[in-house]
């Protein structure tokens, strides 16, 4: 009887360490993630640039279809070394595989979904932001946006 009791508490305090072990490495796992995009003191520095996925279409003389699909705004600018959030929110067009010329950044922009991008550029310059889809007219496009970096 005694024994018993004994393993039930022991079971008790083994259940108490391995909850708070789990809910300490979920709590770690949050707030590595949160400190890799930005911590608290800098995420009041960073700027949030709002772009959505737009389309033109028109119809010529002729009765063809002709259409576009676009970053709104297509330029944007960005102060040197400035931290800044891109979120992209899909709206026409299903899909828009991205990059941005010049450096590592890529991205998928999903219909109805928010892509959000963290970026900083150390260099001055005019970075063009591309939809692999849509890079042309030949191709629904030109998707385009020019980040300008002064
Ligand atoms: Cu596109």
Known sequence: MHIYILKKRSFF?????????????????????????????EKGHAREIHLVTGEFKAKTEDGQEIEAYRWDPGTIFINKN????????????????????GTKIEGVVK???????????????IYRLVC??????????????????D
């Open 82 to 101: 400035e931290k800044v959030i891109l979120r992209i929110y899909g709206v026409n067009g299903r899909e828009h595989p991205f990059i941005i010329e």
């Open 132 to 149: 692999l889809t849509h890079p042309d007219k030949h191709s629904n496009g030109p998707m385009i946006a020019y980040i300008v970096v």
């Open 111 to 125: 219909q109805g979904e928010e892509s959000v991008v963290e970026v900083q550029f150390n260099k001055e310059g």
């Open 13 to 41: 305090i083994f259940f108490l360490i391995f909850v708070s072990v789990i809910s300490a490495s979920i709590l770690f796992y949050v707030n590595s993630k949160a400190v890799t995009t930005f911590n608290q003191s």
